[in-house]
């Protein structure tokens, strides 16, 4: 699929009255099928209105058309296809089948372009982890990401709204090479290549946020992550055998990691914390935390969930528990960055994971057990 549908260049459609624009995010090829197809806009119309090829346009259609074996990719184009309406445009020098090829849209059953690239960054960098799948059922309105260990076992690392995974599809970023009741999708070349994109756009955009400009000297923030890892530190961390052959972190503690990263991620604090790591530990530990002024209700809810968790394992143990679990710093450079000795790291880090799993076992709330 992440090669099907490349042709990813935007065109917005002007709609006059109660509607919309068709979401910048959806290919070119998707709005020329939702014209044919649900407009009546014949293909040469169209070929015409592009300045392509009559055989283009057909070209697209039909690729589009393969693609709604895929429940995601059909029902978002169920969505765009149950919205278009013919909005007329007084346009004398446009034929009528053309002036009336605009499409409407509901905003709360689409994603938004801006929030596809949030959470699209997240969901990207947790697929591209080893053995990961993005899991779809058909009656729930959420998908639930899932990392399976060597073992056999399942960890929830990540909770997607449908709308996002929907997206996801229809842009070629994830593919399920099987389908069933539960559809497991992958990642594709396609999504990393955007992945790669995202990551480095967001780089640009903080690149100040660690380097001091006055002084010319480097905070002690962890650095920030290029692209996507196959592994993250705990997993790395819960291969390695104790004395007795136990496995170092059990699926439990490597679970209560994840959802803190998860909450991290999801209120985007990544920005907030890099910028002012000591003032943020100190206002942790003075609990003056204060709330941002503008900010999503689901990000508001995550960045709440994180600090309550980081307050409750006490600040000694809240700062290796940023590096490692939330900037996915490993533990030999977290170990240098705070003075430990060599291998000490890993110690602190299992008490501090213990301490999280308390706190969520002694917290739960619907997020946490809505899917896994």
């Known amino acids: 699929m992440g090669s099907q549908i490349q042709d990813i260049e935007q065109s917005q459609h002007q709609v006059s009255g109660a509607g919309g624009a068709v979401p910048g995010w959806v290919p070119r090829s998707v709005q020329n099928y939702i014209d044919h197809t649900e407009m009546g806009i014949p293909i040469r119309a169209l070929a015409r209105k592009q300045g392509c090829h009559a055989s283009t346009i057909l070209r697209q259609i039909r690729r589009v058309e393969t693609l709604r074996d895929d429940p995601l990719v059909d029902g978002v184009l169920k969505t765009l296809g149950g919205k278009a309406v013919s909005v007329p445009v007084r346009r004398a020098p446009l034929d009528r089948a053309v002036r009336l090829g605009t499409v409407a849209w509901a905003s709360d059953e689409l994603a938004d372009a801006a929030q596809l690239s949030i959470d699209g960054m997240r969901i990207l960098r947790r697929l591209s982890e080893t053995g990961a799948v993005l899991a779809v059922a058909a009656d729930l309105e959420k998908a639930v990401i899932?990392?399976?260990?060597?073992?056999?076992?399942?960890?929830?690392?990540?909770?997607?709204?449908?709308?996002?995974?929907?997206?996801?599809?229809?842009?070629?970023?994830?593919?399920?090479?099987?389908?069933?009741?539960?559809?497991?999708?992958?990642?594709?070349?396609?999504?990393?290549?955007?992945?790669?994109?995202?990551?480095?756009?967001?780089?640009?955009?903080?690149?100040?946020?660690?380097?001091?400009?006055?002084?010319?000297?480097?905070?002690k923030a962890p650095r920030r992550i290029r692209y996507g890892l196959a592994e993250s530190p705990l997993v790395a961390l819960a291969r390695r055998r104790d004395r007795d052959g136990e496995r170092f972190l059990s699926d439990d503690l490597v679970h209560a990691g994840e959802r803190l990263r998860e909450d991290?991620?999801?209120?985007?604090?990544?920005?907030?914390?890099?910028?002012?790591?000591?003032?943020?530990?100190?206002?942790?530990?003075?609990?003056?935390?204060?709330?941002?002024?503008?900010?999503?209700?689901?990000?508001?809810?995550?960045?709440?969930?994180?600090?309550?968790?980081?307050?409750?394992?006490?600040?000694?143990?809240?700062?290796?528990?940023?590096?490692?679990?939330?900037?996915?710093?490993?533990?030999?450079?977290?170990?240098?960055?705070?003075?430990?000795?060599?291998r000490s790291g890993k110690i602190v880090l299992r008490i501090a994971l213990m301490g999280l799993k308390r706190h969520y076992a002694e917290n739960v709330d619907q997020s946490g057990a809505m899917i896994g």
Do not use: H
């Open 264 to 342: 991290f991620e999801m209120a985007q604090m990544e920005a907030e914390v890099a910028q002012g790591w000591e003032q943020f530990l100190a206002t942790l530990r003075e609990n003056a935390m204060t709330d941002p002024i503008v900010a999503l209700p689901a990000a508001q809810r995550a960045r709440t969930r994180v600090i309550a968790a980081l307050k409750d394992i006490g600040p000694g143990l809240s700062d290796v528990t940023l590096r490692c679990c939330c900037f996915l710093e490993g533990l030999e450079t977290a170990e240098k960055t705070l003075g430990w000795s060599a």
């Open 146 to 219: 899932v990392r399976e260990g060597a073992a056999g076992q399942s960890t929830r690392t990540g909770v997607v709204d449908r709308a996002i995974a929907e997206a996801m599809a229809l842009k070629g970023w994830i593919v399920a090479p099987t389908k069933g009741r539960i559809t497991r999708y992958q990642i594709t070349a396609g999504g990393r290549a955007a992945l790669a994109d995202m990551m480095a756009r967001d780089e640009s955009l903080q690149a100040g946020s660690v380097n001091d400009v006055d002084t010319g000297e480097i905070s």
